[in-house]
Each structure stands twice: as C-alpha cells, then as structure tokens.
C-alpha cells in the first residue's frame, strides 16, 4: 500500500508559478509510475502528466506542453510538478497517483494508488 499526499498548492494570480509535491509512504516509490491529473469543478479527473518509475520519460496533455514540468527524486520518495505562466483554466484540485504498468495512461481506472488533493486557484 502506498501512500501518497500532495502539498504546494495555494492562490496565485495568472502568468504565476506554483511547485506541487507529492510525498510517497514507501521505498518502493522508485518501482511505480507516476502521473499527475486534476479535477476542476461539475468537470471529470483529467490526466495532466506522467513519469516513468526511473523518470527517464515524461508526458503532458497538450494543454499544459510547456508550461507544466513532472519529475522525481526516487531518493526521496517525492514526485514534483512545476508549473509556469499559470492560467484561471488551470484552476482545479491537483492529485498525484501511482501505477505499477499503466505509464502515460490518460484514464484515471489505470492508476492504482491516489493522493487527498491539493486546490490550485488561478486567478485573473
């Protein structure tokens, strides 16, 4: 079992900055992929990025290419994503989830392990 919480978000005008992180409970974090979606919202959870476990491979949905980038320290168990020149769409709780050999898959059913959340407010 894997636990997962996710801190670093907050309110922050458009064109900001904001550092998510998502602390992982085990050593065998390094063994999972890892991805980040979020949920704004009366909106369905949409996939925003993904990880492999050795974090030699990234993925974004197209809104976010550029802008938003995923990564990890497996030695400290923790799983980032910054994210740059934010816009009021990108309002939503954000969630980190791990997967054992769904990497980059956009469907929330192929992720076996989630986090609480954590609100980012974007505003104009």
């Known amino acids: 079992q894997v636990q997962l919480v996710e801190s670093g978000g907050g309110l922050v005008q458009a064109g900001g900055s904001l550092r998510l992180t998502c602390a992982a409970s085990?050593?065998?974090?390094?063994?999972?992929?890892m991805a980040w979606f979020r949920q704004a919202p009366g909106a369905e959870r949409e996939f925003v990025a993904a990880?492999?476990?050795?974090?030699?491979?990234?993925t974004y949905t197209d809104s976010v290419k550029g802008r938003f980038t995923i990564s990890r320290d497996n030695a400290k168990n923790t799983l980032y994503l910054q994210m740059n020149s934010l816009k009021p769409e990108d309002t939503a709780v954000y969630y980190c989830?791990?997967?054992?050999?769904?990497?980059?898959?956009?469907?929330?059913?192929?992720?076996?392990?989630w986090g609480q959340g954590t609100q980012v407010t974007v505003s104009s």
């Open positions: 085990e050593r065998t974090f390094s063994i999972y992929h």
């Open positions: 990880i492999t476990w050795s974090g030699v491979a990234t």
């Open positions: 989830t791990a997967t054992r050999d769904r990497y980059g898959s956009t469907t929330y059913l192929s992720y076996d392990y």
